[in-house]
């Protein structure tokens, strides 16, 4: 256990469709980063918060959301759902910005059908 | 942009074979190199960060070396449990923030 945790890790939806993916960071931590990870692209950067504030922003549609809460929690919101949304999506947490490693949950597992 | 290649793509190798896996970077102002260790239909998992060229680390048989331009990962004589796809990251500074940007990764086979 990474003490970084995902909820739900498989969800199955519909073309159209939004979901709420759920993320609680690692004791301690201040920022969050969700990551987003299919076959051919590897690793994605999507976005990231710091104690509440929105950090950086990396290759997210605008379909996507997400925000972090005043107890460090983060949602990402996934609208208008495509086939092509269908991949693992990450959170990971570290202390603070910089040059640390981050801590990986194990992930959600979307599937649009 | 700041990219990471890893190469190769994939590796197999025999129980005791030694190797190593290549990760070149292109980034402006180089502050951490990571490498992770991943296992099917789980995160990463933390392994080591390199800061400056010439730095060494080590942990169990891997070792990871950092020069200006590349990394390697040197795994010595595996096992079959250090199966695993092995990602490298380098942290990019752009437009006053601060993000990991991943390889593509290896995905390497120890058969026992």
């Known amino acids: 256990d990474s003490g970084v945790t995902q909820t739900p890790k498989h969800l199955i939806t519909a073309t159209g469709q939004r979901v709420t993916l759920r993320c609680s960071p690692r004791?301690?931590?201040?920022?969050v980063y969700w990551y987003q990870q299919s076959l051919d692209q590897g690793l994605q950067f999507l976005i990231q918060y710091y104690n509440g504030e929105e950090r950086a922003k990396g290759n997210i549609l605008e379909r996507f959301s997400a925000q972090q809460f005043p107890d460090l929690h983060s949602e990402l919101n996934l609208s208008s759902l495509e086939l092509g949304d269908s991949a693992l999506y990450f959170c990971?947490?570290?202390?603070?910005?910089?040059?640390?490693?981050?801590?990986f949950g194990s992930g959600t597992r979307l599937t649009v059908v | 942009e700041d990219q990471v290649t890893q190469s190769p793509e994939a590796l197999r190798l025999q129980e005791g074979e030694s190797s190593s896996l290549n990760c070149s970077y292109t980034?402006?102002?180089?502050?951490?190199l990571f490498w992770y260790r991943q296992d099917p239909g789980k995160g990463p998992e933390f392994l080591f960060t390199?800061?400056?060229a010439g730095e060494e680390k080590e942990k169990e048989r891997l070792k990871a070396t950092l020069t200006k331009k590349e990394s390697f990962l040197h795994i010595t004589a595996p096992k079959p449990e250090d199966s695993a796809t092995y990602l490298c990251?380098?942290?990019?500074?752009?437009?006053?923030?601060?993000?990991?940007?991943f390889g593509k990764g290896t995905k390497l086979t120890v058969n026992p």
């Open positions: 990251a380098v942290l990019s500074h752009q437009g006053g923030s601060e993000k990991l940007v």
């Open positions: 990971a947490s570290s202390v603070e910005s910089g040059p640390y490693g981050y801590t």
């Open positions: 980034v402006s102002g180089l502050r951490g």
């Open positions: 004791s301690g931590d201040l920022s």
């Open positions: 390199l800061y400056s």
